[in-house]
């Protein structure tokens, strides 16, 4: 008993002698690297930590083109976003890096953006890019300059387990950015640190026009960094040129309804913007169509009403489990889009050695598109993110009643 009180006594005096990051040392003792964007939480997360006295080093990557950059508002790592973060370090009197990661961005995110939409998927190049730049090489970077942890503007926690750190999604839930992070590994997990997790973003913005931050009133990216403009099929044609052609768009039933110029152009569940207006000798019941399947072998777009889109089965691929991986069977919370909700599903694991994985779910699901991702959540636990995967194929219930 006595050696039990010492050990709990020990580990009290261990924790209440932790710095804000976890570290037990003095905060001017420790260096953090900043993934400084340009952006309002970026710089709130630099400020912070340099109020506090760490040793705050910030970097900012860029990531494309910098003549298209400096024209592209709303987007981030853009050549604007890379003046307001040096803006910001000088402010704050930290040193400030710019590192070009313009041909690793354009191989290993660019390039599969495209290479998705030609497959008729719909892909998320953000978190693409966390697991292939920023949390690769950024992160290798941080270990270069002898940092002892690499921070990020992101709302999620992060908090001790037993099996190693955990991702908890952010305080505040209008903005929590966990879903994007399911690739993350429990050994990056191990280096990163989130000081913003805790707040919401009415509080990072006061916290920024306090630091008297010259970005305090910036609007939050919206549009994927190297789409400014929103218009994804044309960055397809340029980064693939002569690969998209027009097809049919085909009603579920099998008749031809019109014209697209490219399967690129259209995502599963899209109702706007077919072009095809109404049926004509349609069921008035019918209602509006949608996008239910994208067949990139035959270049068609198939539509059909609503209910066509319901699936009861998720399968994914490139599983990650940021710890343990949960058993065979086990109950999840699945999140197929970045905005739904967190829906109750049975994990099926697939021992294929390809880290595949279905989805189960009592409820039909409807929309769910190849290429998204699923974040997958403790069921117990909802807070906790578990990891995820690649959305490969989810199996239409009612396909064939429609023919």
């Keep these: 008993m006595t050696i039990k009180a010492t050990k709990n006594a020990t580990k009290v005096s261990v924790l209440e002698n932790l710095n804000s990051l976890g570290f037990a040392k ?5 260096r953090v690297v900043v993934a400084m964007s340009g952006g309002v939480d970026s710089s709130v997360t630099a400020a912070l930590l340099n109020e506090q006295g760490f040793d705050v080093i910030g970097i900012t990557l860029q990531l494309y083109d910098h003549g298209v950059a400096m024209q592209a508002k709303g987007t981030c790592c853009a050549g604007a976003d890379i003046h307001d973060a040096r803006s910001v370090a000088a402010r704050l009197g930290i040193p400030h890096y710019v590192l070009d990661y313009e041909t ?24 693409r890019c966390n ?20 921070a990020t503007g ?23 950015q966990s879903y994007f992070l399911f690739a993350t590994t429990g050994e990056q997990l191990s280096y990163l640190r989130f000081p913003l997790g805790a707040f919401s973003k009415d509080e990072t913005r006061a916290l920024a026009r306090k630091f008297g931050l010259s970005i305090a009133e910036k609007p939050d990216s919206q549009d994927i960094c190297f789409v400014p403009n929103g218009s994804y099929g044309d960055v397809v044609r340029r980064l693939r040129p002569g690969a998209v052609d027009a097809g049919d768009i085909v009603h579920i039933d099998g008749t031809v309804l019109g014209r697209h110029n490219g399967v690129i152009d259209y995502t599963i569940g899209q109702r706007r913007g077919l072009g095809i207006g109404g049926r ?98 403790d069921f117990k636990n909802p807070d906790q993110l578990l990891g995820g995967g690649w959305i490969l194929h989810a199996p239409l219930v009612a396909k064939e009643s429609f023919k």
């Design 26 to 30: 003095a905060p001017s003792e420790t």
């Design 104 to 127: 690793r961005f354009h191989q290993q995110v660019m390039e599969d953006f495209a290479d998705s939409y030609l497959r008729g998927e719909t892909p998320i190049p953000c978190v």
């Design 131 to 150: 697991q292939t730049v920023k949390f690769t090489d950024l992160l290798r970077t941080a270990r270069d300059l002898q940092a002892d942890c690499l």
């Design 154 to 176: 992101h709302y999620v926690q992060r908090a001790d387990g037993d099996d190693g750190p955990r991702l908890l999604r952010g305080a505040d839930l209008t903005k929590d």
């Design 280 to 377: 004509i000798g349609a069921d008035e019941a019918e209602g509006p169509l949608y996008v239910v399947e994208i067949d990139t072998g035959a270049n068609q777009v198939i539509v059909g009403p609503q209910e066509a889109l319901a699936c009861l089965e998720v399968h994914l691929s490139d599983v990650n489990w940021i710890n343990t991986a949960p058993d065979d069977g086990a109950a999840v919370l699945a999140r197929l889009r970045s905005a739904a909700s967190a829906m109750p599903a049975k994990l099926l694991c697939k021992h294929n050695g390809l880290g595949s994985v279905v989805l189960i779910f009592d409820e039909a699901q409807f929309g769910i598109a190849a290429g998204q991702a699923a974040a997958l959540y």
